[in-house]
């Protein structure tokens, strides 16, 4: 199997996976696809660090989490989109008008491959998981990543293929981060603290580690609820 036929197959995917007859989904990807959409998760998970981290950890830790969505963000938008210079399928002038769009939504930039949602979400995603160490903040944080990435193919901006590797470049470089932070305390002689059935292995306090779980839920919840709202206006 050659390269045209591998891209011919995402193009066939993506007009499977693009888009749908329900106003109701329309809505609800247009807003989960949203950054600002997920700040509150992101202020408490700046809880999460700070109350389980001394200030010099908490800071270390949050120059990491940018050093994640740096590498994640330039190795997709600075390294690869203009090495393969791959038109997204809403702005592919043989394809577009073969997507589906929402409110006229097209993204910014020529070029999708590889995805930077996928990417900068999925490294994330990996570099939390591996800090916590909680199966429950592990698998939300996965749910979370997979969402607006989902989202990206099912407004059209992006194929497949695009947020395949996106998510296979987020996943290696959360875990080269978080290995990086695994040198860094050694180095600098920071000690875990005392585990219980109150901590994760990490030592993490369960208890706040529920308020991150009951954000995520709560933002889903409020991205169902305004989706209903939204998709009553998206055409009209």
Not at 224 to 232: C, P
Request: glycine residues 6%; charged residues 15%; proline residues 3%.
């Amino acid at each position: 199997m050659d390269i045209q036929q591998l891209i011919d197959i995402d193009k066939l995917l993506l007009l499977k996976l693009n888009g749908s007859d329900s106003l109701f989904w329309d809505g609800f990807m247009y807003i989960v696809t949203k950054t600002k959409t997920w700040i509150p998760a992101a202020i408490a998970l700046l809880y999460v660090i700070f109350k389980n981290n001394n200030l010099r950890r908490s800071v270390t830790i949050l120059c990491l989490i940018a050093i994640v969505i740096t590498l994640a963000d330039q190795t997709a938008s600075g390294l690869c989109k203009p090495l393969f210079e791959r038109f997204r399928p809403t702005k592919d002038p043989e394809f577009m008008y073969m997507v589906d769009v929402v409110n006229n939504y097209r993204a910014g930039g020529m070029y999708g491959f590889i995805s930077s949602h996928a990417a900068n979400t999925f490294a994330v995603a990996t570099f939390i998981s591996l800090l916590v160490k909680n199966s429950r903040m592990t698998f939300m944080m996965y749910i979370w990543a997979f969402i607006p990435t989902y989202s990206r193919v099912y407004l059209g901006v992006h194929y497949p293929g695009d947020v395949f590797f996106g998510l296979i470049d987020g996943i290696l470089c959360g875990a080269v981060v978080y290995f990086l932070y695994v040198f860094i305390l050694k180095k600098l002689s920071l000690k875990q603290r005392f585990i219980s059935t109150q901590y994760t292995e990490s030592g993490y306090d369960v208890q706040s580690i529920n308020i991150v779980i009951l954000v995520l839920l709560l933002t889903y919840f409020y991205a169902v609820i305004y989706g209903m709202i939204l998709s009553k206006s998206l055409y009209f």
